[in-house]
């Protein structure tokens, strides 16, 4: 089910296989399937006022948020 909504329409058929393995690890293709994901949460509204999905980018800046040592850097810079 989840194949049927991947955008069959945009992409050319050798690059669909990526979907199908271990080997879908580029940062288009996850987000497509967290894409996919948020859509199946916001049609059900018990799940809807518990979740929120979000695209890589936000993760990253979680990640580097979270290196950071300096807290005072965290709450101030622009970046974050």
Same mark, same amino acid.
């Given at each position: 089910?989840?194949?049927a =909504?991947?955008?069959? @329409?945009s992409?050319?058929?050798?690059?669909?296989w990526?979907?199908l393995? !271990?080997?879908?690890?580029t940062g =288009?293709?996850?987000? @497509?399937?967290?894409?996919i994901l948020?859509?199946?949460i916001?049609?059900q !509204?018990a799940l809807?006022?518990?979740?929120?999905?979000?695209?890589?980018?936000l993760s990253?800046?979680?990640i580097?948020?979270?290196?950071?040592?300096n807290?005072?850097?965290?709450?101030?810079a622009q970046?974050?």
């Open positions: 089910m989840l194949l =909504t991947l955008p069959w @329409d992409m050319p058929v050798h690059a669909l990526h979907y393995g !271990p080997h879908w690890t =288009t293709q996850q987000n @497509d399937l967290l894409d948020s859509d199946r916001t049609t !509204p809807a006022e518990q979740l929120q999905v979000k695209g890589l980018a990253a800046k979680i580097e948020a979270a290196a950071t040592q807290a005072t850097t965290y709450k101030t970046t974050f």
